[in-house]
């Protein structure tokens, strides 16, 4: 029982904590809140964690109406996020993140959503939910959110050990690792379909 608890919660874990990209957005979370004392810069981010969070569990509570309500079926789903998550990856690899200049509320917006969760980590989620089922799914985003709260905290040695370079190696990982998962999940959804077909 803990098995078939376990390596779905880790894989669950290391996917979100993929397309989350906290350490590849770090030059954006330190970039934005430059020139702030470390306490503020430290309750923006909280802020960016505590919507982020609010964002995936929502999306979470409500994947299975909204797929119910669109007559969307799980394979449908599968393919469709595959093939988002696919560009997602083709976007970093090759232009980057888009620097952002709206400056409103920075802990909800741009760093919570959707620097932080955007379409990725929302698909993902969702994806997972089908796949493992609602308690490894949550688990998993508790884990990874406190995983993303140690990044955010000890951001500037972080980012200062890794480097403008490491920091950029360590996205282009990223993105690989998120084409591999959108194929993973492409693949599911075809061989569902033709099996079922």
Known sequence: MM???????????????????????????????????????????????????????????????????????LDDFRIAGGVLL??????????????????????????????????????TALVLLQLYGYLVVISAIVACFAVIWLVLFFADHIYAFLGKNGALILTKIASILIAAIAVQFIRQGISAIFHLG
Request: glycine content about 10%; overall charge negative.
């Open 86 to 123: 696919f560009w997602i990856a083709i976007e970093i690899m090759l232009r980057g993140r888009i620097n952002i200049e709206h400056k409103e509320d920075m802990g909800v917006v741009p760093l919570g959503s959707p620097l932080l969760v955007g379409p990725g980590a929302i698909t």
């Open 3 to 73: 098995e078939l608890f376990f390596w779905p919660f880790i894989k669950s874990v290391v996917a979100l904590f993929i397309i989350t990209d906290s350490l590849g957005n770090l030059p954006f979370f330190l970039g934005l809140t430059e020139g702030e004392t470390q306490a503020e810069q430290r309750k923006v981010f909280t802020t960016a964690l505590i919507t982020g969070f609010v964002i995936l569990i929502g999306f979470i509570l409500l994947g299975n109406a909204l797929l119910a309500l669109f007559n969307v079926t």
